[in-house]
């Protein structure tokens, strides 16, 4: 049963769901009872895990909407003036207010939030192997929550305003009749940045099999991607040490993660091919891969997921049934003939299809009806958050904020040659974000690289709103806390300029 939650305020009653082992994600809902009776044994502490996967998984959540706002908010992606629609108009349009928006996300980042408390408070439970381990997830779970909240409702850190407006830091015992302010975005980040190095030197285990787990490997890319956000003293080698260990674990032959390949041959049956890797209506080709370190299980608890309406495939895919996110023509030009990721996007369609002037272009990274199993059903593809190869491009950027820019240069080539791509005469800031743009389109990043580098943007075509262009520091990265929140506690504070 899905509850009206309030982040700080309202009742919540945690949803748990039963599992076991490698299964846990295959989830049915059972009773609920008291949040502070919810953890007597191992089993359910494993069932609360679940309950976060469950929170983040909606279209509300990482399903579709955290990661389609990434594109929506940048100079990727516009909406087809064909569609009538009214989902994600506000966004695509740049039109929001704090009671008239499409922003829901943060009531999902909370809820997982609490429940990761619920396990990383527990004090019942012998610290066993397995709850350590548990608790490390948690930790991972509770650090990926701030991290997005804080990076949509709060300035950049390295902006140098209004930094005491972060977000609140609910880390104790589950309070209804607590009513937080904002923290500071420093001390959220450093609470961020404390779950995921406890998290790190806590677990013992690196991975299951299943890339639905926050894992070991997803604490260490995003505490990459977290340093390179900061930017604090120390910050940008702290990220490319980070980045290093995830590439010298990486291991075609052993475990469980290694870097997608880029056969040459898009149609190749082969479960390395970053064709298929993507756009393979097979889903034993395009979920659970090596390259992917978290990914969202489209399959898994289909009450609560997203579903085919309102999964991203529905919005990007030329079939979906939604479709209204579209890539600039000038954008898919800008990838010569022979990089693997231009075989990404479909510039092919119906007259009316990608209408706008020059015309849009669809992406293949998202499919409807993905086969399971060798039999037809109507699922889409997993959702993939972080990836491998975001440790190569969270390292160049690291290594030119350093300075050291015939390192970056030479990494950012070999990134770009590895793709067939376009290379580069300089590492420049505007360079090593144009390889993260071609590298993660349509994957919600675009927004985080524009924010968390003090850069505004422009929409040169293709723009249907009054605001087609974007000054660094605007309003715009900085979502408004929601009218709803602002009416309930009177501890928030609303960001000045959405005042």
């Avoid at 970056?408 to 743009?437: D, P, V």
Wanted: glycine fraction near 6%; aromatic fraction near 12%.
């Amino acid at each position: 049963m899905k509850l009206v939650k309030y982040f700080i305020a309202a009742s919540f009653a945690a949803t748990l769901f039963s599992s076991c082992s490698e299964e846990r994600l295959i989830e049915n809902p059972v009773d609920q009872f008291p949040i502070d009776q919810a953890i007597t044994k191992e089993s359910d502490m494993r069932s609360v895990l679940n309950g976060i996967y469950d929170q983040y998984s909606t279209s509300q959540g990482f399903g579709a909407d955290i990661l389609a706002f990434g594109d929506l908010i940048s100079d990727n992606v516009f909406i087809t003036s064909t569609n009538t629609d009214v989902a994600y108009r506000n966004t695509g349009f740049l039109n929001w207010s704090s009671d008239i928006s499409d922003f829901a996300m943060l009531d999902e980042l909370y809820d997982g939030i609490i429940l990761s408390n619920l396990v990383i408070n527990n004090n019942s439970l012998e610290e066993t192997p397995n709850v350590i381990n548990y608790k490390g997830e948690a930790r991972i779970a509770r650090a990926l929550g701030y991290y997005y909240a804080v990076s949509y409702y709060s300035p950049n850190p390295t902006s140098g305003v209004n930094q005491e407006y972060g977000v609140p830091l609910n880390l104790g015992v589950y309070d209804p009749r607590i009513k937080l302010p904002r923290a500071s975005v420093a001390e959220v980040y450093d609470q961020i940045v404390t779950d995921l190095t406890t998290a790190l030197s806590t677990m013992t285990v690196e991975s299951g099999q299943d890339k639905g787990y926050l894992s070991k490997m997803a604490a260490r890319i995003l505490l990459s991607r977290v340093y390179l956000t900061r930017g604090a003293a120390g910050d940008y080698q702290k990220s490319i040490d980070l980045a290093d260990e995830a590439i010298n674990m990486a291991n075609p032959n052993v475990g469980v993660f290694d870097f997608v390949g880029t056969d040459p041959d898009p149609l190749a049956d082969n479960a390395g091919s970053y064709y298929n890797y993507f756009a393979s209506p097979d889903k034993a080709l395009s979920a659970n891969q090596k390259e992917t370190v978290w990914e969202i299980n489209m399959d898994q608890n289909p009450s609560e997921n997203p579903g085919v309406n309102n999964a991203l495939s529905s919005f990007y895919a030329n079939n979906g049934s939604k479709k209204r996110f579209l890539f600039t023509d000038s954008f898919f030009k800008s990838f010569p003939t022979t990089d693997f990721r231009q075989k990404l996007f479909n510039a092919v369609g119906t007259p009316n299809e990608g209408a706008g002037v020059p015309r849009g272009v669809w992406t293949r990274k998202y499919v409807v009806g993905v086969t399971v199993g060798g039999s037809n059903a109507p699922h889409t593809q997993n959702v993939k958050v972080l990836r491998m190869s975001e440790a190569y491009l969270n390292k160049i950027e690291a290594l030119f904020k350093l300075g050291r820019l015939p390192e970056a240069l030479t990494q950012l080539n070999a990134f770009a040659a590895s793709r067939k791509g376009s290379t580069y005469t300089a590492a420049t800031l505007a360079n090593i974000l144009t390889e993260r743009r071609k590298e993660f389109f349509g994957e919600g990043q675009r927004f985080f690289d524009l924010k968390r580098n003090n850069l505004g943007f422009t929409r040169s075509t293709n723009c249907y709103s009054i605001v087609c262009s974007v000054e660094p520091n605007s309003k715009l990265f900085v979502i408004p806390m929601p009218l709803r929140e602002m009416n309930v506690n009177p501890n928030m504070e609303q960001y000045p300029d959405w005042r």
